[in-house]
């Protein structure tokens, strides 16, 4: 089955970059995605990747896959305070359901 | 705007307990999930759905059951709650057709303490 790894902390200080990675199991990933949640909250989308795709940016956001070594990595630029949150990767396969890493929890310094 | 509304937001049962979890979505989705997050562990999925009536085992579906009785709703029942389940709660919902993203539209957590 799809299995998902993710590291579980990082620190960054307020305006620095931070880079957060994944690696996936299953080749046939058709999509991988970035979910972020917010303390007390559900999971919100943030990006997503098509699998034909090794890069998309979408403002301060820049995602990396690496098909060969399933690799996945999300590059936030400018980290703000409101960046404070968990950040999952998740990938789906062909049968619609989402394999979800562990999640990783992102502290910004002001 | 999509909206995922789960019933509780907080809970406490007793050990034993029937314990009924709500999910309403609006947005015409046919596909349903219901995932536990506990810390260290991410997510994991308990059931999901296809469609009205159907159901599917996820990963840890033991102790655990659904129901879908109309397309809109789809509850989680623990028929006897027990300490181990003690857990936030995600209901998430998104579209059938496969030649979509397959983004999920979460709820925003039921967070279950069981004593």
């Known amino acids: 089955g799809e299995d998902v790894e993710q590291s579980l902390f990082l620190s960054v200080r307020e305006g620095d970059s931070s880079v957060i990675n994944c690696t996936y199991t299953d080749s046939s990933s058709t999509y991988l995605y970035w979910y972020k949640q917010e303390p007390g909250a559900g999971l919100q989308l943030l990006t997503y990747?098509?699998?034909?795709?090794d890069m998309k940016q979408d403002q301060r956001l820049t995602v990396l896959l690496n098909k060969k070594d399933k690799h996945l990595s999300l590059r936030i630029a400018d980290t703000q305070t409101g960046d404070s949150a968990i950040y999952f990767c998740?990938?789906?396969?062909?049968?619609?359901?989402?394999?979800f890493g562990k999640g990783n929890q992102v502290v910004v310094i002001p | 705007d999509v909206k995922v509304t789960q019933s509780s937001r907080y809970l406490v049962k007793r050990t034993g307990e029937k314990v009924f979890l709500e999910c309403v979505q609006d947005?015409?989705?046919?596909?349903m999930f219901w995932y536990r997050q506990d810390p260290g562990l991410g997510l994991r999925l308990i059931y999901f759905s296809y469609d009205v009536k159907m159901k599917e085992k996820g990963d840890i579906p033991e102790g655990y059951s659904v129901s879908r009785e109309k397309k809109e709703r789809f509850s989680l029942i623990l028929e006897s709650a027990s300490t181990n389940q003690t857990s936030m709660y995600l209901c998430?919902?998104?579209?059938?057709?496969?030649?979509?993203?397959?983004?999920?539209?979460f709820g925003e957590g039921s967070r279950l303490t069981v004593l």
């Open positions: 990747i098509f699998s034909n795709m």
């Open positions: 947005m015409d989705h046919e596909n």
């Open positions: 998430a919902s998104s579209y059938g057709n496969s030649g979509n993203t397959g983004e999920l539209f």
């Open positions: 998740a990938e789906r396969s062909g049968n619609n359901r989402l394999a």
